[in-house]
């Protein structure tokens, strides 16, 4: 029903921004939640941020808050994560996902896109 692309993953050095797209398509994503996890080397995928449908409330993981920006395009179709001040511990693939239920828990999210990959250098 949903599908999700995400783009705009780099190299940068630590100090350094980026901004993570999340294009979405299908027949209808109207009324999802949309998030960013990321799963750094190694671990465990991990919550990072999220925004309701209206765009009118964000949730942030502890680690990134202050740092990172999720926003919407207004017609909704878009995504983004603006990262600033960039650590060697964000680097990971980052993936957008879609979630019609509770947006603070992984395991509620339907869809997901393929991932980027973010690296930080020191």
């Known amino acids: 029903q949903v599908q999700l692309v995400e783009s705009g993953g780099g190299l940068v050095q630590a100090g350094g921004s980026l901004r993570l797209s999340c294009a979405a398509s299908g027949r209808s994503f109207t009324g999802y939640a949309f998030g960013w996890f990321r799963q750094p080397p190694g671990e465990e995928r991990e919550f990072v941020a999220a925004?309701?449908?209206?765009?009118?409330?964000?949730y942030y993981a502890d680690s990134v808050k202050g740092r990172f920006t999720i926003s919407r395009d207004s017609d909704m179709s878009t995504v983004y994560l603006q990262m600033n001040s960039l650590k060697p511990e964000d680097t990971a693939v980052y993936y957008c996902a879609a979630t019609w239920g509770n947006l603070l828990v992984k395991s509620a999210y339907n869809y997901w896109g393929q991932g980027t990959q973010v690296a930080v250098s020191t």
């Open positions: 925004i309701r449908w209206s765009g009118g409330n964000t």
